[in-house]
C-alpha cells in the first residue's frame, strides 16, 4: 500500500511562507484512490481537512485558508505539495497527507509535519 510522508513544516512569524511535501511511496491516483487532502490538527482540536486536489485536478479549500494555500500534484515523484502563505497563529498544528477515495480518507495516519506560526 502507498505510504505517504510529510514534511516541511517549521517555525516562522505571522505572514511568512512554508511549502509543505507529501511524498508518497508509489503512484498515489490508482485504484478507488480519486484525491489528495491535507488536514491540521492542533492540540485539543480534532483533525480538519484544509485542502484536497483531485485526480482530475480540481482542487478545494476550507473557508480558513482560501486565497491563502494551494494544494498541487502529484508530480512525477508522487509529491503532492502545500503551498501556505501570509500564514497566520491560528494555522500553527500538525498537517497530514491523506488519500481519499469517494467514501473518504484512507489508510493509516503518518507523523505529519509540525506548522507553528508565531505572532
Known amino acids: 500500500q502507498v505510504q505517504l510522508v510529510e514534511s516541511g513544516g517549521g517555525l516562522v512569524q505571522a505572514g511568512e511562507s512554508l511549502r509543505l511535501s507529501c511524498v508518497a511511496s508509489?503512484?498515489?491516483?490508482?485504484?478507488?484512490?480519486?484525491?489528495v487532502g491535507w488536514y491540521r490538527q492542533a492540540p485539543g482540536h480534532q483533525r480538519e481537512l484544509v485542502a484536497l486536489?483531485?485526480?482530475?485536478?480540481?482542487?478545494n479549500y476550507a473557508n480558513s485558508v482560501k486565497g491563502r494555500f494551494t494544494i498541487s500534484g502529484p508530480d512525477a515523484r508522487n509529491t503532492v505539495h502545500l503551498q501556505m502563505n501570509k500564514l497566520k497563529p491560528e494555522d500553527t498544528a500538525v498537517y497530514y497527507c491523506?488519500?481519499?477515495?469517494?467514501?473518504?480518507?484512507?489508510?493509516?495516519w503518518g507523523q505529519g509535519t509540525q506548522v507553528t506560526v508565531s505572532s
Open positions: 486536489v483531485a485526480s482530475d485536478g480540481s482542487t
Open positions: 491523506k488519500r481519499h477515495t469517494t467514501l473518504g480518507p484512507v489508510g493509516s
Open positions: 508509489g503512484t498515489i491516483f490508482v485504484g478507488v484512490v480519486e484525491a
